[in-house]
């Protein structure tokens, strides 16, 4: 089974940028396989999927509300998939999650609507908090 972690949350000012990556965890395993998707849970607030990426790293989804300014990538050779995030917004602030899943891919791939649901990953990490606050 494959374990996943986040790291890289922490305190911004609005208007900053912050990095977190997604990394394996479990000793001979990688992200290579997987389709990875970016959460988000905010207090009071629903988990919502904010961007994912297919295997390849050739098809990438967002949410409308950070469009144009997070960017998913991942360097497979390096077992790595960050979330750039730019320009951030008190309304960033939440708990981030990384998940992991191989059928999730062929959703991420054929979406025309954002990034799959929850329900589509089989593995996750713990979540990194990222305050955008002044």
């Known amino acids: 089974q494959l374990q996943v972690a986040e790291s890289g949350g922490g305190l911004v000012q609005p208007g900053g940028s912050l990095r977190l990556t997604c990394t394996a965890s479990?000793?001979?395993?990688?992200?290579?396989?997987?389709?990875v998707g970016w959460f988000r849970q905010a207090p009071g607030k629903e988990r919502e999927g904010v961007a994912c990426i297919s295997m390849s790293g050739g098809t990438t989804h967002y949410v409308e509300s950070v469009k144009g300014r997070f960017t998913i990538s991942r360097d497979n050779a390096k077992n790595e998939v960050y979330l750039q995030m730019n320009n951030l917004e008190p309304e960033d602030t939440a708990v981030y999650y990384c998940?992991?899943?191989?059928?999730?891919?062929?959703?991420?791939?054929?979406?025309?609507?954002?990034?799959?649901?929850?329900?589509?990953?089989?593995?996750w990490g713990q979540g990194t908090q990222v305050t955008v606050s002044s």
């Open positions: 998940a992991a899943g191989v059928h999730a891919n062929t959703v991420v791939v054929a979406s025309t609507s954002g990034p799959p649901g929850e329900g589509e990953y089989d593995y």
């Open positions: 479990t000793s001979g395993r990688s992200l290579r396989g997987h389709a």
